[in-house]
């Protein structure tokens, strides 16, 4: 055990006395390294088992802060870390955890200009990340780098894991060739998830990084399994024959997305068409304007349940943003339209919509939603 304190011996006891682990395999728990892409409810208990399991370095990249809304399922956080660095307070409660544990913070968001720098000091990836655009980064980065990657998803009641690009299996991009449109993959803090269900997911994916590095068991790889909260039920589909594709050289960004998503652009822009305008408003331009006498028709496409949460003044509808292309005829022709949601980027989706259904006057996104409200109006606004 030359290889392990004394202090390690006693705490990683359980550990030894099993036949597939013993001194040999924590000892390659030591040796690991595991760098994990968001610190959230995903990234909350693979960092905790993770760290309590002895793993020897772990990366946290994550650039958001924590906030009242996370609490629900981002276990790793306190309330008295509101408002810090989520990669910062993983850190610390890891190192509560276990002191044995190096921890290295990537204080920033994992893109295409630092991924393949990022990603290459580590031995395994673990994704925790609420977004496409990511994850298919995440993808082609380690199938650049070749390194292993847990996958893992949450969406209401159900969640998914998988082994990526492990000893030859396959990789996302070979399960999902290509990006949906951004407007079909809600976040959960659009779609809502059950609080406990990122601690199932989020767990699964700890065991299979411990499986890889520890060589043992039947692996995730070429198999996605599919846990359904609600009814208690899992599911192992496997990945069968895989159509040829050419190996991914570069690492690109989703134009799509970089479109959809209102926070990857500097500032609002106003589109020139035949008939009117397509664009942005700010929140507080969008107020002073009404003052002076401007009534737009203000629009709301989020869903019921968030409506109940809040609902900004002079909401004059809200149509589901999935049921509005059939419900589009009860919109104005007459009138400008601004549109609005949680955060900007489902009524962008919806203003592009409307325009193209031929609206003549200015069909206006909202920018930043509810939560720019929050941030510029009154900030008695919930955020959620």
Not at 15 to 42: F, M, N, T, W, Y
Not at 107 to 127: K, S
Not at 204 to 224: C, D, M, P, R, Y
Request: net charge negative; with cysteine; aromatic share 6%.
């Amino acid at each position: 055990m030359s290889d392990l304190t004394a202090e390690e011996r006693g705490r990683y006891a359980r550990h030894l006395i099993l036949p597939d682990v013993g001194i040999e395999g924590q000892q390659k728990l030591k040796s690991a390294s595991i760098c994990v892409i968001g610190a959230g409810g995903l990234g909350s208990p693979a960092l905790l088992y993770l760290a309590a399991a002895g793993i020897g370095r772990i990366g946290i990249v994550d650039d958001d802060l924590v906030d009242l809304t996370n609490l629900q399922r981002q276990i790793i956080h306190s309330n008295a870390a509101i408002g810090e660095a989520k990669a910062e307070s993983a850190a610390r409660r890891i190192t509560e955890l276990n002191p044995e544990v190096d921890v290295e913070i990537h204080n920033c968001r994992l893109g295409i200009e630092n991924a393949l720098e990022i990603l290459a000091d580590y031995d395994i990836i673990l994704d925790g990340v609420d977004n496409i655009p990511t994850r298919y980064i995440i993808s082609d980065a380690c199938e650049i780098l070749g390194k292993p990657w847990v996958y893992g998803s949450i969406f209401r009641f159900e969640g998914q894991i998988s082994l990526f690009n492990h000893l030859g299996g396959a990789n996302y991009r070979d399960l999902f060739p290509n990006p949906p449109p951004p407007e079909a993959v809600p976040s959960c803090a659009e779609a809502g998830v059950l609080g406990v269900l990122p601690g199932v997911i989020g767990s699964i994916q700890a065991t299979e990084a411990l499986k890889v590095i520890l060589e043992i068991g039947e692996s995730l790889s070429n198999k996605l399994l599919i846990y359904d909260a609600k009814n208690l039920d899992f599911k192992t589909l496997k990945i069968g024959d895989l159509p040829a594709r050419e190996p991914v050289t570069k690492l690109t960004l989703l134009e799509a997305y970089c479109e959809a998503k209102p926070d990857t652009v500097s500032e609002p822009r106003t589109i020139a068409t035949e008939n009117g305008e397509l664009g942005s408003i700010q929140c507080d331009e969008y107020l002073t304007k009404r003052e002076e006498g401007w009534t737009p028709f203000l629009l709301d496409i989020r869903n019921a349940m968030e409506a109940e949460i809040v609902t900004l003044p002079n909401t004059d509808a809200r149509i589901d943003l999935m049921a509005l292309m059939g419900r589009i005829h009860e919109l104005p022709k007459d009138r400008d339209i601004v549109v609005y949601c949680r955060s900007g980027a489902r009524s962008l989706s919806a203003a592009k919509a409307i325009k193209m259904a031929g609206f003549p006057n200015a069909v206006l996104n909202l920018t930043g939603g509810i939560h720019s409200w929050s941030d510029l109006v009154d900030s008695s606004v919930p955020k959620y």
